[in-house]
């Protein structure tokens, strides 16, 4: 199994920046592709980007040049760097691993919300 801890979400003021982070636990050597997804309130969950454990990065093109994913393999852990907020980017936000077979591992969500 794969355990994932997700922190770093919260209130943010439009045009600010936050980072997400993804601790990842347990049968982390399984582990080939991780990204972070999100779901806005009464929408269905969507791709924002991902990353292979070659560093290969894969954005949601709406989020090209504000977002970044990043990762740390001594740390074991994924981030999320996101600049110039807007209101839309309000989401939970959750963290995601595909491990051999393949079977995906979902965090339990860190919530961001972007308003004055």
């Known amino acids: 199994q794969v355990q994932l801890v997700e922190s770093g979400g919260g209130l943010v003021q439009p045009g600010g920046s936050l980072r997400l982070s993804c601790a990842a636990s347990?049968?982390?050597?399984?582990?080939?592709?991780m990204g972070w997804y999100r779901q806005a309130p009464g929408k269905q969950r969507e791709l924002v980007a991902t990353?292979?454990?070659?560093?290969?990065?894969n954005y949601a093109d709406s989020l090209k040049g504000r977002f970044t994913i990043s990762r740390d393999n001594a740390k074991n852990t994924v981030y999320l760097q996101m600049n110039s907020l807007k209101p839309e980017d309000t989401a939970v936000y959750y963290c995601?691993?595909?491990?051999?077979?393949?079977?995906?591992?979902w965090g339990q969500g860190t919530q961001v919300t972007v308003s004055s």
């Open positions: 995601n691993a595909i491990t051999y077979g393949p079977t995906a591992h």
């Open positions: 347990g049968r982390i050597f399984s582990i080939y592709l």
């Open positions: 990353i292979t454990i070659h560093n290969n990065t």
